[in-house]
């Protein structure tokens, strides 16, 4: 529940970046990205992502590099990419420091350590573990390139997106 229909502290939309403004224009899916294990564990809500089909397959993401999941990805050179169900606008929020987090985000629900980083516990996610290949200064974010080294299909056919602002449920 909110007490506004909108962002009571959001840039106004005329005086927005116009790239800001298209960004927002196209539907992106919402992802959650983790590295590290135990107290170093990291994590960080991510819209700017693409797949790529290949041998090797290959995600690239846009990361803000002063984020902690950063640090933890250059220091493990592993992560976990996990594609968020639309239950999980909250913790996509509290990845993404919209929402607080007591104890920090992976306080709440269970989680499952892999090899490549944490992933969200109960019905199982469809998430990628993926080794770092490059990093390079793109916008005001790093580029982060990594190849695709392991997959899991979660049980869910729907997906989070956002569009405009707002959570959107895809499903087929």
Do not use: K, N
């Amino acid at each position: 529940m909110t007490i506004h229909a909108s962002d009571p502290f959001a840039t106004p939309e005329d005086q927005r970046s116009p790239v800001r403004r298209l960004r927002g224009r196209l539907p992106a899916p919402v992802s959650l990205w983790t590295a590290g294990a135990g107290a170093g564990r990291a994590g960080l809500t991510v819209s700017s992502l693409l797949v790529v089909d290949g041998d090797p397959g290959r995600v690239l993401g846009v990361i803000d590099p002063e984020s902690e999941l950063f640090a933890a990805i250059e220091d493990t050179g592993r992560f976990a990419v996990t594609r968020l169900d639309p239950d999980d606008q909250q913790r996509a929020d509290r990845f993404a420091g919209l929402l607080p987090a007591p104890g920090g985000p992976f306080a709440e629900g269970a989680w499952r350590d892999t090899g490549y980083g944490p992933v969200p516990g109960g019905a199982p996610p469809t998430w990628a573990g993926c080794v770092l290949d490059a990093v390079r200064p793109v916008g005001y974010g790093m580029l982060v390139e990594a190849v695709i080294e392991q997959i899991e299909f979660g049980v869910s056919d729907a997906a989070l997106g956002h569009f405009r602002g707002r959570y959107l449920r895809v499903a087929s």
